[in-house]
């Protein structure tokens, strides 16, 4: 709201639709606060949102913070019926959805009006937003985000990629996630302008974008990169070659991945972003200015701080060989998990979150992950990372892309043993037994793929995540039959 007094005339949102000003958005947010009033919206209720990539879903989205109210922002097809659990959870006061046969209000009842109404009063400490996470470690859960927590999220994303406010930055991820919530509250905060656009599936509406709104900034997760990829036929630099800055989150760049924007964006700042929903964009690498660390994530963003502690939450001196968790402290930090006090209490301490995530550091303050606490294979009483098995397949130029899962040692000697999914590179016909033999210079024996399967593509989850319970399904289907 302070920039719409003082940036009043500066374009803060560009829709397909679109194109709003800080002054504009100010009046919109004012007067959609006080029409969510009258349907008996105030302090401390809940209400959910189904995400869109327009200025009505922005300016009531922040309309509600600003009576001090509770968003949950769904994905923008949900319907009442596909929401009935949560609706039941969270008992909210009003339910707003995208389609008028889905059950709820839309976003139609709200008219552009001089109405206006007085901030809510509640601190920094109040709940702001519950959202929800991926499930990729199991059943979703709802993080609660205090107002405190989101000014430090936004202002991670603003210092760990040198967000600036003259950055026209474009928008590409899915509303209701935390990675493009996140950003986009940044951008807002920071003062520069969001352009807000449905994926990138459109090559054509993408270079549009880029052009039209001058767009020096992208923000997308790796899976879409890979798509661009092949959409300008392994020439990115066609299409971005224009930017200032890319940035990246939800999962790792992969290795190869980075060598080609290395190659074709030479003089783009490149970033690499980690976070989490309970915890949002603490690390941050600068891709192009650290080639000789192509498998870390990065370094702890100014004000968090990142330790590697094992599973008494004691810090550890870590190394390749010796991994631990990520114990992350900072502001942004979730207030815990809604309804879940057992769940929350294994993860948040003193402040501090303590991730699912494995990794070590190393002596300059690069972090490397290892995969998730699940996902890290107990092969014979090593710990095996499924990362390290992937970024070594990827160096092999029939590899287009993998992923590494582990099962049970079908001869019940190791525990378990890894299964790598392949797509081949469409460069030349794929043959396990290359890649096994190319594999076979590199890993050490225990870590050999016990199969490796050749599949059309790789199961992600709709951030772009390797999905790899689905392939564990895949692998027990193909087992028992």
Not at 59 to 75: D, K, R, T
Not at 87 to 101: A, G, M
Not at 221 to 241: C, E, K, M, N, W
Not at 344 to 364: C, N, V
Request: a negative charge.
């Amino acid at each position: 709201m302070y920039h719409g007094k003082h940036l009043s005339d500066k374009t803060a949102l560009i829709t397909d639709s679109s194109k709003v000003t800080y002054g504009e958005l100010r009046k919109k947010i004012l007067s959609y606060a006080a029409q969510l009033l009258e349907y008996g919206v105030k302090n401390g209720d809940k209400v959910i949102l189904a995400a869109d990539y327009s200025e009505r879903f922005v300016s009531v989205y922040f309309a509600v913070h600003w009576l001090g109210a509770v968003s949950i922002v769904v994905e923008r097809n949900a319907t009442e019926l596909s929401l009935s659990p949560l609706l039941q959870e969270l008992l909210p006061e009003l339910l707003i959805l995208n389609h008028s046969d889905s059950g709820g209000k839309t976003y139609e009842i709200f008219q552009d009006t001089d109405g206006s109404c007085s901030k809510g009063t509640f601190t920094a400490s109040a709940w702001a937003d519950i959202l929800y996470t991926t499930g990729t470690t199991g059943t979703p859960k709802g993080v609660i985000l205090s107002h405190k927590n989101e000014v430090a999220g936004a202002c991670n994303v603003i210092n760990g990629g040198k967000m600036e406010q003259n950055d026209r930055n474009l928008l590409t991820m899915p509303l209701h996630h935390a990675f493009g919530l996140t950003t986009l509250r940044a951008v807002l905060y920071k003062g520069s302008t969001a352009i807000l656009q449905d994926g990138i599936a459109s090559l054509k509406k993408m270079n549009q974008n880029i052009r039209k709104n001058r767009c020096n900034s992208l923000y997308l997760v790796p899976a879409a990169l890979r798509i661009l990829y092949f959409q300008t036929r392994q020439r990115l630099d066609l299409l971005l070659g224009t930017l200032d800055k890319i940035e990246f989150c939800t999962s790792p760049l992969d290795k190869k991945m980075r060598l080609v924007l290395s190659e074709q964006l030479k003089g783009i700042r490149l970033y690499n972003s980690y976070g989490a929903t309970e915890s949002a964009r603490t690390v941050y690498m600068r891709l192009d200015q650290n080639m000789d660390k192509l498998d870390a994530i990065g370094q702890a963003v100014q004000n968090v701080s990142v330790h590697i502690v094992d599973e008494a939450h004691q810090v550890i001196v870590s190394s390749r060989n010796r991994i631990g968790h990520l114990a992350i402290c900072g502001d942004m930090n979730m207030v815990g998990y809604f309804n879940d006090n057992q769940a929350t209490e294994q993860i948040l301490e003193d402040g501090i979150f303590y991730s699912e995530d494995l990794g070590y550091m190393d002596e300059d303050g690069y972090i490397y992950l290892a995969g998730r606490n699940n996902d890290v294979m107990n092969i014979g009483g090593e710990k095996v990372s499924p990362l390290e098995i992937e970024n070594t397949a990827l160096d092999n130029e029939g590899v287009s892309e993998c992923a590494c899962i582990g099962v049970e040692d079908p001869e019940g000697v190791r525990g378990h043993v890894p299964v790598l999914f392949v797509v081949g590179s469409g460069n030349q016909r794929f043959s396990d037994s290359v890649l096994k033999e190319y594999l076979g210079k590199y890993l050490e024996h225990y870590k050999m793929p016990y199969q490796i399967i050749e599949v059309k593509e790789i199961p992600k989850n709709y951030v772009g995540k390797i999905d790899r319970k689905h392939l564990s399904e895949l692998w027990q289907s193909m087992n028992n039959k």
